[in-house]
């Protein structure tokens, strides 16, 4: 006989929990993106913006 029309009832897997970052590991995320863009800012005006006229 074929298995083809028989319903199989399974349970379903669970899913994985999703990782949220603790506060103090936010809390570097947050400090490093800061300190990162000050980086950024600084060094396009260092070296790449058209210095200024007199």
């Known amino acids: 006989m074929s298995d ?4 199989k009832f ?4 669970p899913k994985p929990e ?3 970052a ?7 995320l947050i400090w490093i993106a800061v300190t990162a863009a000050l980086v ?3 060094a ?3 070296f790449i913006s ?5």
């Not at 083809?4 to 319903?7: L, M």
């Open 4 to 7: 083809d029309n028989i319903v």
């Open 10 to 13: 399974e349970r379903r897997k």
């Open 18 to 20: 999703q990782r949220t």
């Open 22 to 28: 603790n506060p103090l590991q936010r809390k570097a």
């Open 40 to 42: 950024l800012v600084w």
């Open 44 to 46: 396009y005006y260092q």
């Open 50 to 54: 058209p210095p200024s006229l007199p």
